[in-house]
């Protein structure tokens, strides 16, 4: 069964960390882009960070971050465990939505994990 599951949220304090898992089932995750994104109700999803399909002779990868998290969220990706995590540093209220992480080839994703809360208040 090919699968996305987060893991990770929950309650943090202003200035917390957090750090979110997806883990894949079913394909492997270097082989694909990785992107992480969040929606708060009544709001358009917003794409937070992405790390890109490793190249096939460096095993390089790309990464993006969202202006609004660039210096304070790094993507990674653990191939060994399938993984890949959004590690999530000083925290604000804004940041506080439903995260999804998702796979897929080129610009567009077709896979989408069933998404963690984040919820950041004092």
């Known amino acids: 069964q090919v699968l996305l599951v987060e893991s990770g949220g929950g309650l943090v304090t202003p200035g917390g960390s957090l750090r979110l898992s997806c883990i894949a089932s079913g394909f492997t995750v270097h082989d694909y882009n990785i992107g992480w994104f969040r929606q708060v109700p009544g709001k358009e999803r917003e794409g937070v960070s992405c790390?890109?399909?490793?190249?096939?002779?460096?095993?390089?990868?790309?990464?993006y971050y969202a202006d609004s998290v660039n210096g304070r969220f790094t993507v990674s990706r653990d191939n060994a465990k399938n993984t890949v995590y959004l590690q999530m540093n000083s925290l604000k209220p804004e940041d506080t939505a439903v995260y999804y992480c998702?796979?897929?080839?080129?610009?567009?994703?077709?896979?989408w994990g069933q998404g963690t809360q984040v919820t950041v208040s004092s």
């Open positions: 998702a796979a897929g080839i080129g610009g567009s994703y077709d896979l």
């Open positions: 790390i890109s399909s490793s190249d096939a002779r460096t095993y390089y990868a790309r990464t």
